[in-house]
């Protein structure tokens, strides 16, 4: 097995393009569309079965989606496309719909779980509980699990998996003979696929049905193309460099923005206390640790959710600006453009009852959305204020290590993240290594959640305002 050393030694210097020789001038676009174009054609134009296609948060997943989708409608291939939720469906059929009006799309559903109704304003799209109503439909899409219901039919020439890191193993199989070929589009760096029955005595097995449904047909078809986008349009600058090192060792990735593109600035002056100093870091440089006093803590530990909701409000109350180009005009930083992660739903709750407690609107239309880095995979905000998995606790759990959730609680944002968590992380780090048991044949997923987290606290300490409440 490769060591991690050796891995880091073959990937490319700091300034120059994933794949290029130093010094090679950086192209964001022109890599982005050399990229998407090479998987196009293997899409279209190759023998193999699948194609896996490795996409760091931001790099436009959906779209890749939907243009393969119409390329291969155009040419006059029939095509199904699994998504891993209903909200992923809905978006995906609205964007195809969006994007070409013409195309006839088909939208499979449960009977007890009824589209968007925002799908209602598209009059290509059908929609129907039944499979046989939508089979003359160019392109039919549903979850994995409305999928695995599909029987007795002639298989579909093509499928696209969307989010195929957050399938589980088992689900594909359910699926995989609707279909001749596939696409597999997803992120590595994000959360493992959920599964409430332990797997245990199947784990290290290449058919362990809780893996990755791309590490499976990876097990099994090594030989399969593999790609990946190397430009984050949603990470800026001062974030990708970050969430690349800490989180994609192996498939390193660019901003599609350069240093100063995108900024954040306030209207009103700070007053000088935590908050407020820390919102100012943020500004200036993308990133913020709020560090409250070393202690143990209830997992809604009070004065951290205090805190966070703090930020929140004095975020609104300075009238925030956001820049999105050199000669960009501003746009106001709304509620609806702030997100607060968790790790855990009664964190989220608390948060949501704090804000509640300062006047400020969450979860609701137009409000702060407030929720676990779960729930807010694959969404994006504009600043995202984020409560440490690991804040005030007495350990280091395998479930608050999980690297995806770090991952994703730190690439929501476009413009900056603030962090708040209590003083120690770093020594409870130190005290708690790994010591989860080694299962043979088990790949190793590198980096771990131990030396994750210590990536990112010590990027975040330059950043660091320390403060009691």
């Known amino acids: 097995m490769t060591s991690l050393p050796e891995a880091r030694a073959g990937a490319e210097a700091p300034g120059t393009a994933p794949g290029t020789r130093p010094g090679t001038v950086f192209d964001p676009a022109a890599e982005a569309a050399k990229a998407t174009a090479a998987i196009l054609d ?15 948060p931001g790099a436009g997943k959906s779209t890749l989606v ?7 409608a155009a040419a006059g291939e029939s095509l199904m496309i699994v998504a891993q939720t209903n909200a992923q469906v809905d978006d995906l059929a609205d964007r195809l719909a969006t994007a070409d009006p013409e195309l006839p799309v088909g939208r499979l559903h449960g009977a007890d779980s009824p589209p968007d109704p925002l799908l209602d304003r598209h009059e290509s799209i059908a929609k129907s509980s039944s499979v046989a109503e939508l089979r003359g439909r160019a392109v039919v899409l549903a979850t994995a699990a409305k999928w695995a219901y599909v029987k007795d039919i002639e298989p579909w020439r093509h499928a696209i998996v969307d989010e195929a890191y957050q399938m589980r193993s088992d689900a594909l199989l359910q699926v995989a003979g609707l279909f001749e070929r596939a696409l597999f589009v997803g992120d590595p760096g994000q959360l493992d696929p959920f599964s409430v029955v332990g797997a245990d005595q199947w784990a290290g097995l290449s058919y362990d049905p809780s893996a990755s449904a791309v590490v499976t047909l990876l097990a099994h078809n090594p030989g399969l193309p593999q790609h990946r986008l190397p430009v984050s349009w949603r990470l800026p600058a001062s974030a990708a460099p970050l969430v690349s090192r800490a989180f994609y060792p192996y498939t ?3 901003s599609g923005t350069g240093p100063g593109e995108r900024r954040l600035a306030f209207g009103v002056r700070g007053d ?12 200036e440089s993308g990133w913020g640790l709020l560090e409250l006093p070393a202690r143990h803590t209830p997992r809604t530990d009070p004065e951290a959710v205090r805190a966070v909701a703090a930020v929140v409000r004095r975020l609104l109350d300075r009238g925030g600006l956001t820049y999105s180009g050199a000669d960009a005009r501003p746009a106001p930083l709304t509620a609806d453009r702030i997100a607060v992660g968790t790790a855990h739903r009664d964190q989220a709750a608390a ?8 006047g400020v609107p969450a979860s609701v239309a137009g409000g702060v959305a407030v929720d676990t880095a779960n729930r807010l995979q694959g969404r994006e905000f ?3 204020v984020v409560l440490h998995p690991l804040s005030g ?10 690297t995806g959730r770090l991952c994703v609680l730190a690439s929501r944002h476009r413009h900056a993240c603030v962090v708040v968590c209590r003083a120690g992380v770093a020594d409870l780090l130190d005290e708690h290594p790994s010591s989860e048991p080694v299962q043979l044949g088990v790949t190793v997923k590198f980096p771990d959640g131990w ?7 010590a990027h975040l300490a330059e950043h660091r305002v320390a403060w009691r409440p």
């Open 351 to 358: 948060v949501r009852a704090a804000l509640a407690a300062l």
């Open 382 to 384: 504009d600043v995202t």
């Open 42 to 56: 293997s899409t279209l134009h190759g023998t193999a079965r699948g194609v896996v296609v490795d996409s760091p």
């Open 66 to 72: 939907v243009r393969a989708a119409r390329e291969l």
């Open 393 to 402: 606790r007495p350990d280091a759990t395998a479930f608050h290590l999980e």
């Open 272 to 283: 000088g206390g935590g908050p407020d100093r820390v919102l100012d870091e943020a500004a």
């Open 451 to 457: 030396e994750a987290n210590h990536a990112v606290l």
């Open 252 to 254: 390193p990735f660019r």
